[in-house]
Structure formats: structure tokens, C-alpha cells
């Protein structure tokens, strides 16, 4: 699977991690940025990843932040884009299964790496359910404003 990457500086080093992560999985990846932890803005990196899933560049994407809710609230802007944060594991799980969830969101500053790395694991292996799910998801975009 191609996974778009997107971090601020606060979630610039979990970035990094997930690359090594991902390749040890065979998953390939395309880093949206920030490319270093000097102050950057979380909604610019979150744009252009999101950009990047919907044209099809990536299936889906892992963003990080430090606390997962900024980058998830600028990815959510995106028709198209359902953007998790999770901090525990069954939410992750929970975000795939009911939720088609195409973009795990992640803080840096609030989950620790073990868990951060179980996360992934299970939302990259975790399939969407389906059935009373699929039209719950259609009504998400039905709305303009
Ligand atoms: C940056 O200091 C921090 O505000 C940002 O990474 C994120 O946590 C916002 O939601």
C-alpha cells in the first residue's frame, strides 16, 4: 500500500519512525513534509497530503501532529478524507472497521511509541466492514457546509 505522510514539527520525529516502520512492512510512502523539526503549521502539511490521497497518489495516509487533533481537523476539511485520531488501540481498530477511516492521526506529545507502532499495525491489517457502515459513510458527504 502507498501511504501519504504528513507531520508538523511536533510530530516531525514519529514521521521519521513510521518511514523505518513502513519499509520494514514493504509498504511504500510519500512524505508530504515538514522535512525537518523546525516550527511548521500543521495545516499546511495536512492539505497536501490530503490533496495527495484524493488524487490518488496514496490509498491512505498517517498524520502527526502533537496531539493528532489539529492535523485531523485540517485533513477532515477535504471531501473524501475520514481522518482518526486515536490514542488507543481499539480506536484505531474501531476507525477502520466502521468508519473507513483513510487517515490515522497521531500526537506525538500525548502517545507514546509502542503504542503509536501497535496502532499503525492494526489500522494498516484492519479491514472497513462494510454493509450498514458503507451508507453511513455516503451520508458524511452529503453535506456542503
Ligand atoms: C504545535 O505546537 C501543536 O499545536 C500542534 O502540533 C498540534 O498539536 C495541534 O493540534
Sequence with gaps: MIIALAADHAGFAYKERIKDLLDGLG????DY???SAERADYPDYAHR???GILRGEC???IFVCGTGIGISIAANRHRGIRAASCQILEAARMSRLHNDANVLAIGERLVAWPLAEEMILV????PFEG???SARIEKIDLRDS
Excluded: D, P, V
Aim: charged fraction near 30%; proline fraction near 0%; aromatic fraction near 10%.
Design 123 to 126: 489500522w494498516l491489517e484492519t
Design 27 to 30: 509498504h511504500t510512502f510519500i
Design 131 to 133: 454493509g450498514r457502515h
Design 59 to 61: 490509498e491512505r495516509g
Design 33 to 35: 513534509g515538514t522535512e
Design 49 to 51: 497530503a490530503s490533496e
